[in-house]
């Protein structure tokens, strides 16, 4: 498959269809500054971060610094858990416009659906959380809204209260992770799905069966992740420190994954294979 210029989200907005992640992207401001200028001069166009990621304030400066013009940049923030909440969420949405220097976002999810100490009380927060982004979406701050994280019970929870459905649902997806049945609920809800840290932050770059298929296509093991996400019609977010590695990533598109390879990926999946375990094991039981 051609991988398409952009996703189109519910709202009719588009977005590229490659992302790049900022977290853990460096050891201080600086590196965090240089790595999304450099990401910017490669190509990539779509900067995904995160009040949680502590670097907003680096990854506002490092866009700014690109030279690129803040509309030609699709632009992603996270409402943290400890901001949750109607008027918090507000509060931190201007923090995170300050730290970033710009005056809008294209996207804002809340980042995780339950978190420690509030697993009784989660969907009131997560409703407080959306009824604030449905505010800033309406007054066009935000050019569209999501969550990150959510499984279909935390989505149908959302659903029987809000006013508007999330437009991406951004998850952890590795070929060690594939999460096939959230992945089918929000395709079939028109959600788009993006895949956070779909190198499995560099675990994947060891597997034989992953070798074996870049051997055979002549890629690299980053561009065979990329390409089986977007052959799931998923958004990989993905990370890279070097402008050769950048530009490797954001040249996936041209060749198509066979049948049997995918087949030969899906027996990777383990579903205790994710990264953020004590997050997630806490997804699960709520």
């Keep these: 498959m051609m991988v398409p210029e952009y996703f189109t989200l519910s709202n009719n907005i588009k977005v590229p269809s490659l992302g790049f992640g900022t977290f853990r992207l460096g050891k201080d401001d600086e590196e965090v500054r240089a790595k999304v200028i450099l990401a ?41 858990n400890t901001d ?18 710009t005056d809008y976002l294209d996207l804002y999810l809340i980042h995780w659906p339950v ?10 927060y997560n409703y ?17 809204i999501g ?22 649902n951004q998850l952890e997806i590795t070929p060690f992770f594939h999460q096939d049945d959230i992945v089918t609920f929000c395709q079939k809800n028109n959600i788009v799905v993006e895949s956070w840290a779909p190198f499995k932050h560099g675990e994947v770059f060891t ?3 992953l070798k074996n298929i870049a051997l055979k296509y002549n890629k690299s093991i980053a561009q065979i992740c990329l390409q089986w996400c ?35 990926i899906t027996t990777l ?8 375990y004590d997050l997630y094991k806490l997804q699960q039981a709520y």
Excluded: C
């Design 207 to 209: 597997s034989d069966v």
């Design 40 to 80: 910017i001069s490669s190509g990539y166009r779509h900067i995904d971060t995160a009040t949680a990621y502590h670097f907003e304030g680096a990854v506002g400066q490092g866009i700014k610094d690109s030279g690129l013009p803040r509309e030609e940049i699709f632009l992603t923030g996270k409402v943290w």
């Design 84 to 101: 949750q909440g109607y008027e918090s969420t507000l509060a931190a949405f201007e923090k995170s416009l300050r730290l970033l220097q």
């Design 269 to 276: 999946d383990d579903k205790a294979g994710h990264y953020a």
């Design 230 to 264: 977007l052959q799931r019609n998923i958004l990989p977010i993905g990370k890279a420190s070097s402008k050769e590695k950048m530009f490797d990533n954001l040249s996936v598109g041209n060749f198509n994954l066979e049948e049997s390879d995918m087949k030969s």
């Design 115 to 124: 978190w420690e100490n509030h697993e009784n009380d989660y969907a009131e």
């Design 147 to 168: 969550v990150s994280n959510f499984l279909q019970r935390h989505l149908e929870k959302l659903f029987l209260r809000t006013q508007i459905k999330p437009m991406v």
């Design 128 to 144: 407080q959380t959306w009824r604030a982004l449905e505010k800033l979406y309406a007054e066009k701050k935000i050019k569209a």
